[in-house]
T-cell receptor
Framework: QKEVEQDPGPLSVPEGAIVSLNCTYSNSAFQYFMWYRQYSRKGPELLMYTYSSGNKEDGRFTAQVDKSSKYISLFIRDSQPSDSATYLCALYTGTASKLTFGTGTRLQVTL | AAGVIQSPRHLIKEKRETATLKCYPIPRHDTVYWYQQGPGQDPQFLISFYEKMQSDKGSIPDRFSAQQFSDYHSELNMSSLELGDSALYFC?????????????FGPGTRLTVL
């Protein structure tokens, strides 16, 4: 079983919809929770990171962490076609160097 | 803003050949990370460097080696290439090793082994 589980999608939504992307994890040592956006054949782009349980907002993006349930989410409001990409959650313990990624959810926002 | 630079962007090699991938971190970032991403897979951590010293090691084959130089750029050397080494190789950098939650990725090098 992978340390981080993420629904691979694809997820198709109409423009303007609210998108919810989720990851679950099993290792309680993870302390930091990141969301990356990756366009096809490009490098992952850091969108947001959070440390504690609760919500963090940045423009149209809201990251939510529930450490007690080991569940993290990314919400995208007013989705745009330019949001079409693969979204990867990434978790970090704060001790080892590596990021542990989810498999990524492919999002398609249609006109 | 300056980003992580990787070269070459594409590389085609034959089996058993050698390849060298280069990474130039964001200015004033002293920590570098290497990841391998196979087709349809998530990035897998290979190795990291802080202040020119190896910091952490992941699932890096013994055929691969890496180092970080005095100007903080890093090189990943891959020998005896195998078909299974075909993948995207990403370099990431962070402001320092205590801020590994802020890893900024480069565009990647696409390695194809024939």
């Amino acid at each position: 079983q992978k340390e981080v589980e993420q629904d691979p999608g694809p997820l198709s939504v109409p423009e303007g919809a609210i998108v919810s992307l989720n990851c679950t994890y099993s290792n309680s040592a993870f302390q930091y929770f990141m969301w990356y956006r990756q366009y096809s054949r490009k490098g992952p782009e850091l969108l947001m990171y959070t440390y504690s349980s609760g919500n963090k907002e940045d423009g149209r993006f809201t990251a939510q962490v529930d450490k007690s349930s080991k569940y993290i989410s990314l919400f995208i409001r007013d989705s745009q076609p330019s949001d079409s990409a693969t979204y990867l959650c990434a978790l970090y313990t704060g001790t080892a160097s590596k990021l542990t990624f989810g498999t990524g959810t492919r999002l398609q926002v249609t006109l | 803003a300056a980003g992580v630079i990787q070269s070459p962007r594409h590389l085609i090699k034959e089996k058993r050949e050698t390849a060298t991938l280069k990474c130039y971190p964001i200015p004033r970032h002293d920590t570098v990370y290497w990841y391998q991403q196979g087709p349809g897979q998530d990035p897998q951590f290979l190795i990291s460097f802080y202040e020119k010293m190896q910091s952490d090691k992941g699932s890096i084959p013994d055929r691969f080696s890496a180092q970080q130089f005095s100007d903080y750029h890093s090189e990943l050397n891959m020998s005896s290439l195998e078909l299974g080494d075909s993948a995207l190789y990403f370099c990431a950098s962070s402001p320092d090793r205590r801020r590994g939650n802020e890893q900024f990725f480069g565009p990647g090098t696409r390695l194809t082994v024939l």
